[in-house]
């Protein structure tokens, strides 16, 4: 049986990734130390990686596919295909910026101030393009952690550093004065698997059911029961993704809706659609919502 090797981020994306897979219909479960995680798909072949090496794996052959961030496909300067985009906030997976920051009381407003300072940050071979494009001349180095204390502790002048909010760096009392870049979670495939027509058949349908899982993840159903006479009235009150369904139903002068609304509007919905007439009301969860 041919099997699909996909990378899945180990770390910090790995919760996420491993619920977004339960959404798109596949279980995939790993022991703490494992690298192997086991799927109920016979198909695949799942590999933890962390997401700052998974481009070059994939790039390499070695993984058919994988999920990693766009900033470290960048970082690598990785030559593979970019299948799908996966953009899930509310498991984390939402996009982040990487940013220059300096201590609150620097005199560092930006780039141009640079010149003939020291920078740490993890995003070395991205950091130093982009200050060659800005025509700025700085000492880059790698960071291996707490990169944040080594600027407050006057180790370096700034750093380059991977935030979602800003709140850690402004708890360490930095503040941001430029953003290099912003980066989302890819899917991406290695160009040989991309050829294969099995492999590529294999990867878009996992991308199909991902995105369809993203999709679904802050909206809902609603089903619902009118009389005829409110339908016009309902309608106007309801949003939708299309039009909604509309069905008769056994009893003369009534009918069902059911469409598909946004999560958060749904507790301002509900008693309008109630003062209109509607009853029955139900809503429920939704696991893939294909567009």
Not at 151 to 179: M, P
Not at 184 to 211: F, G, H, V, Y
Not at 276 to 282: F, K, Q
């Amino acid at each position: 049986m041919s099997k699909l090797k996909i990378g899945l981020p180990k770390g910090s994306l790995q919760e996420a990734t491993f619920k977004l897979f339960k959404k798109a219909g596949f279980s995939i479960s790993s022991s703490e130390r494992s690298y192997f995680p086991s799927t109920d798909d016979p198909e695949i072949a799942p590999v933890l990686l962390r997401a700052q090496e998974m481009s070059r794996y994939v790039e390499g052959g070695i993984l058919d596919c994988g999920i990693t961030g766009n900033d470290w496909i960048l970082e690598n300067k990785s030559d593979v295909v970019r299948v799908e985009e996966l953009t899930y906030a509310k498991q984390s997976l939402n996009p982040v910026r990487w940013v220059l920051a300096v201590p609150e009381n620097s005199n560092i407003r930006g780039v141009k101030d640079l010149n003939g300072k020291r920078i740490a940050t993890e995003l070395v071979n991205f950091t130093k393009e982009y200050l060659k494009k800005k025509k700025v001349n700085a000492d880059v180095e790698f960071s291996w952690g707490a990169t944040e204390a080594k600027v407050y502790s006057g180790l370096v002048d700034a750093i380059v550093e991977l935030t979602e909010t800003g709140s850690s760096l402004r708890a360490h009392s930095l503040k941001i004065v430029e953003t290099l870049c912003t980066s989302t979670t890819q899917l991406i495939a290695n160009r040989k698997s991309w050829k294969d027509p099995w492999k590529r058949a294999k990867i878009e349908k996992i991308a199909i059911l991902l995105k369809g899982a993203i999709a679904a993840e802050e909206k809902v159903g609603l089903k619902m029961n009118i009389a005829n006479k409110n339908l016009k009235k309902i309608l106007g009150i309801l949003p939708a993704m299309r039009r909604p369904t509309i069905s008769q139903l056994s009893v003369p002068g009534w009918c069902a809706i059911e469409t598909i609304i946004d999560e958060k509007q749904v507790r301002e919905l509900i008693p309008k659609l109630k003062q209109a007439g509607a009853e029955g009301i139900i809503e429920y969860p939704l696991n893939k919502v294909i567009y």
